[in-house]
């Protein structure tokens, strides 16, 4: 399972709720580019077409639009679950279920959920 963050995130210390979730989920936490090159996590972390080809179980991609060469990078995962407040998201195109649940409502509301 792999716990991914895309621009949606806005700043850096926005990363803390993130990183929470997939503390709490004891999951890796990776990326589109724009969080990479910002320097906000490692190119190692890099999904698409110039990072990662990954094929998790589950890919949670929070905040995430869907752009082509980030889907060449994950769009094989077995569920795709997405988060997106804007509905006409491409992220929706592959996604098995999502959400337009704005992620700084949702992300904390899992953490509190998982850790109970
Ligand atoms: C040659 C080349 C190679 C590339 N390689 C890669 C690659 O390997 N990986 C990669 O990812 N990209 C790659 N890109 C970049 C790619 O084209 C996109 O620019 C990038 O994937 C967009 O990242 P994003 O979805 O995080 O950002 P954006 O496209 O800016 O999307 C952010 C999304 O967040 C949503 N959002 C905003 N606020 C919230 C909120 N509060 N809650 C929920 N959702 C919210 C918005 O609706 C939006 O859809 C490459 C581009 C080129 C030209």
Redesign the pocket.
């Known amino acids: 399972m792999l716990v991914s963050v ?3 995130i ?1 700043s850096q210390d926005n990363m803390e709720i993130v990183l929470e979730l997939a503390d709490a989920l004891g999951v890796p936490l990776s ?5 990479v090159d910002a320097g906000w996590l490692p190119k190692t972390r ?6 990662l080809k990954v094929k998790p179980k589950v890919y949670l991609a ?9 889907l ?2 994950m769009r094989n995962a077995e569920l795709i679950i997405a ?4 509905p006409g ?1 491409p ?1 929706f195109g592959v996604a098995h279920c999502g959400t337009t ?4 409502d949702l992300v904390p509301e899992l953490v509190d959920k998982i850790r109970g």
């Open positions: 895309g621009r949606g806005e990326a589109s580019r724009p969080v890099q999904v698409g077409q110039s990072g929070f905040g995430i639009s869907g752009a082509p060469e980030h060449e990078g988060c997106n407040t804007d998201a992220i649940v704005d992620l700084f």
